[in-house]
């Protein structure tokens, strides 16, 4: 319990050391010794996130993101979403996902599909394009749910699921950028595609 206190209050003045400094004059050498500390520092949180206890990843992973320090929230973010702890992975998605602002999705025909589905699915990237956005106007990170107005989306572990109107989809975490999975969309009848989100 000692251990992890201190451990914890040492990651504390981590991070607290990373939070920027009033902007003044500074040598070269200031400038250097400022990034060689970070870089210690940095290379010291890292070893915490792939550390084998499993409570102090995920303290750290929240302390990180939680900083105020775009270079930590980002490290902790690809450290989460390759992680190999399904806890950690799937808070680093739900973080990521409460972000955005926008679901846009890549289409592309799903060639397991019937012959008249893909024929359908073709008709509609001609009319349409290949680009489908929807705007997200709220998140709640404590149930993992986006709403898109009166529609609603949800993170759970490292899939996500939506549904807009007649259209619905089930996308998978592929790696720390991609969501990716099958979408089906309504307009004169359905379409069925492969779809994939950036997600950073």
């Known amino acids: 319990m000692k251990t992890t206190i201190w451990i914890l209050a040492s990651l504390v003045l981590i991070l607290c050391s990373l939070l920027p400094a009033p902007v003044q004059a500074a040598s070269a050498a200031e400038i250097l010794e400022a ?3 970070k ?3 940095l290379e010291e949180v890292k070893q915490v996130l792939n550390g084998p206890e499993p409570n102090m990843r995920l303290a750290t992973f929240e302390a990180m993101v939680d900083s105020g320090d775009d270079t930590m929230r980002e490290l902790a973010l690809d450290a989460g979403l390759t992680s190999t702890d399904a806890v950690m992975q799937a808070l680093a998605l739900k973080t990521v996902i409460m972000a955005q602002k926008f679901m846009t999705l890549s289409l592309e025909i799903d060639t397991s599909q019937a012959k ?3 024929e359908r699915s073709q008709a509609y990237l001609d009319k349409n394009g290949s680009i489908y956005t929807v705007k997200i106007t709220a998140t709640d990170p404590a149930t993992g749910t986006f709403k898109m107005t009166q ?3 949800q993170v759970s572990g490292t899939t996500v699921t939506f549904e807009v109107s007649y259209d619905k989809g089930t996308l ?3 790696d720390e950028t991609t969501m990716k999975g099958p979408v089906t969309i309504y307009k004169s009848g359905y379409s069925g595609f492969i779809a994939t989100w ?3």
């Open 35 to 37: 990034a060689r500390a």
């Open 39 to 41: 870089s210690r520092d």
């Open 116 to 118: 008249e589905m893909q």
């Open 151 to 153: 529609y609603q989306g």
């Open 172 to 174: 998978f975490l592929e």
């Open 198 to 200: 950036k997600i950073r």
